[in-house]
């Protein structure tokens, strides 16, 4: 998923569009629609991930599949997170950054067995 794709998926969830968020940051308009050609300064990525109660990890992509993985396991990897979109505990919906973290210890569990899977039948 690619820089631009996660804060689009972010403001959707916000019910914000692009523009709206450029212009709560303070950004030129139309700037972050340029990140996936020239990337931000750590400063505006910071502004972001800020925003929206993320890890800068979590909008770079650095939970990145391992080199064995397809696109396939990607794919599975991917119903698995948006099948979680909703997450709440004892009633109380959970925060963005809580959410993250579950999406994170999901990733780490679905990559082990993904990887047991593939040792298996070879």
């Known amino acids: 998923m690619s820089l631009v794709y996660k804060i689009k998926e972010l403001t959707s969830r916000?019910?914000?569009?692009?523009?709206?968020?450029?212009?709560?940051?303070?950004?030129?308009?139309?700037?972050?629609?340029?990140?996936?050609k020239q990337p931000p300064g750590i400063k505006k990525l910071q502004a972001v991930?800020?925003?929206?109660?993320?890890?800068?990890?979590?909008?770079?992509?650095?939970?990145q599949a391992p080199k064995w993985a397809n696109k396939d396991d990607l794919?599975?990897?991917d119903k698995l997170l948006d099948s979680n979109v909703n997450m709440a505990y004892n009633g109380?919906?959970?925060?963005?950054?809580e959410i993250q973290r579950v999406k994170d210890i999901l990733?780490?569990?679905f990559?082990?067995?993904?990887e047991k899977d593939k040792k298996l039948k070879k």
Do not use: C, H
């Open 107 to 109: 990733t780490g569990v």
């Open 14 to 36: 916000k019910s914000i569009t692009l523009t709206e968020l450029e212009r709560i940051l303070d950004f030129s308009q139309g700037s972050i629609r340029k990140w996936d």
């Open 92 to 97: 109380e919906n959970l925060t963005p950054e």
């Open 49 to 63: 991930a800020d925003y929206f109660d993320v890890t800068t990890d979590y909008l770079l992509g650095r939970n």
């Open 111 to 114: 990559w082990e067995y993904a």
């Open 75 to 77: 794919i599975e990897l």
